[in-house]
């Protein structure tokens, strides 16, 4: 089952996304990224008359009609109409990033005021065992660990939404997927399980969203009503809401099986060249020397001053 793009406005800027990630598969390219923040200043109506295209004007002032894309960090914030919104998107194999606040007085004027951000990562996978014959049917359990705080005052609400999909040809695109939704502070760890051939590439797509202010998620992301997975309202009043997590949803697990029995020695090769493990992702050496200075540098610090 196809996944419905879960953004106020924001089914295009994922729309326009894909159109540049749809591309054939190649060896050691790097994980497909997409990131993305779309923001809503009342000016137009979600999902209705709003207009969103990061690729071909990611510097447009107005953040009623317009979205910036990227592969990277991805951010935007300001004063638009009387609301101040912030939103921020950032991913790499494995970790995604999202974040967004919105803070508004509307008075007695019906009005939105949005702020959201989205990030995607994907990645050809194949699993081998030196013990188990290529061919054979499997399934990989697929663990996300999510760490964020969401905070709502007034008439404002915040949420995030995420999702594994797996199949398919391209992000998006003939992919099933399994979704999930959080509209309070969380810290835990969620499995999908995936059906996979012990030898055969798999697309594996993780998916985020993160929303804040007159917007609501919806608790079921399969059953969600014409708003595709958020339901946008009109507010008047002030309003304060956040929801930050950068902390962030990693991929967290691994786990092959077979006949319900784990294989004993999974190898996982990307065609993006990252390292997966049933641990997750192995990080990048230079991610690894700066975890290495920092740690260095916290603990001179505290012989320094224990002298």
Known sequence: MPIRFPLMAGGALLLSACALIATPRTVAAGPIIFTGVVMNDGSCTPYVDCVVDPINSPNDADPGDIGKGGDGLVENFGIFNGATLSGAAD??????????????????????????????????????????????AGVLDVSLTLDGTITRSGTADAGTLFAVLWGGTAPFDGQEFKGFSTETSSNGTYTVSVPFTVGDPLLVTLFMWTGAGTIGVCSD????????????????????????????????GLLPKVGGVALANPVFTADSGARYTVNGVVPEPGTLALLGSGMAFLFARRRKRSA
């Open 221 to 252: 992301l399969t059953g969600c009503p014409d708003t595709e997975g958020t339901r946008p309202f009109l507010a008047t009043g002030t309003g304060a809401a956040s929801a930050d997590f950068f902390n962030t949803l990693v991929l967290s």
């Open 91 to 136: 991913a790499t194999a494995g970790v995604l990033h999202t974040r967004a606040s919105a803070s508004y007085d509307l008075g007695d004027t019906p009005g939105y005021r949005i702020a959201s951000a989205a990030a995607i990562v994907a990645d050809w996978l194949t699993i081998t065992d030196a013990g188990t014959a290529n061919g054979a």
